[in-house]
C-alpha cells in the first residue's frame, strides 16, 4: 500500500502538521517584512546623502504686530512640538494682512485687516539631503505647504513654508 503525503490526522508523511508549517512560513514572512522595512534602504527610509545648506521662505498670516517686531535678522528658529533647531533667520518683510469678505450677491473682495500683518521670513539652516527631500536636525521634514508651528526667543507662530532653494 502506498503512502499518502497528507494522512486522515492532517499530517505531512504522517510526522509533520500542515498547520505548523503554515505558522512557520508565516512568521518567516512577517520577519522578512520586517527586515526590509527598518533595515534597509527602501522607499520609506531616510538614506543620508550628507548635510546641505537651503535657505526657505515662511509666510506667518495674521500674526500682530508684537510678532512682527519680535522675529530678527539673526534669531535661531526652533520647532516648538521637539525644540529642534530649523534655521537662523536671515530677512523678515511684513505685510497688511488681508482677509476675503463675501457680498450678499455673492461676489468676493480681499480687504485689508487692519492690526494683523502676514510675516514673511527667510531661513538658512543646515538639512540633511536624502532621496526624499531635505529633514531639518535630521528628523523635521522640510517640504513647500507644510505648515510648522515654530518659536524664536520673543514668540510662538505657525509659519507655511513657501518655497525652498
Do not use: Q, W
Not at 21 to 40: D, E, K, Q, S, W
Not at 55 to 65: K, S
Not at 86 to 112: F, N, Q, S, W, Y
Amino acid at each position: 500500500m502506498k503512502k499518502k503525503i497528507v494522512d486522515e490526522r492532517g499530517l505531512l508523511f504522517g510526522k509533520i502538521s500542515v498547520v505548523d508549517i503554515l505558522a512557520v512560513l508565516l512568521v518567516a514572512a512577517l520577519g522578512l517584512m520586517v527586515y526590509v522595512r527598518f533595515f534597509t534602504g527602501g522607499d520609506g527610509s531616510v538614506a543620508d546623502t550628507g548635510k546641505t545648506e537651503v535657505e526657505y521662505v515662511l509666510r506667518a498670516r495674521d500674526v500682530r504686530m508684537y510678532t512682527v517686531n519680535a522675529i530678527h535678522p539673526g534669531d535661531c528658529l526652533y520647532h516648538r512640538e521637539d525644540d529642534i533647531p530649523v534655521g537662523v533667520v536671515k530677512d523678515v518683510r511684513a505685510e497688511e494682512g488681508t482677509t476675503t469678505m463675501t457680498a450678499l450677491d455673492g461676489t468676493t473682495t480681499i480687504v485689508p485687516r487692519p492690526g494683523y500683518y502676514d510675516l514673511y521670513i527667510t531661513v538658512r539652516a543646515e538639512a540633511v539631503e536624502s532621496s526624499g527631500g531635505y529633514y531639518l536636525g535630521g528628523t523635521r521634514e522640510l517640504s513647500v505647504n507644510l505648515e510648522m508651528p515654530l518659536s524664536s526667543p520673543y514668540a510662538f507662530f505657525a509659519a507655511t513654508v513657501l518655497s525652498i532653494s
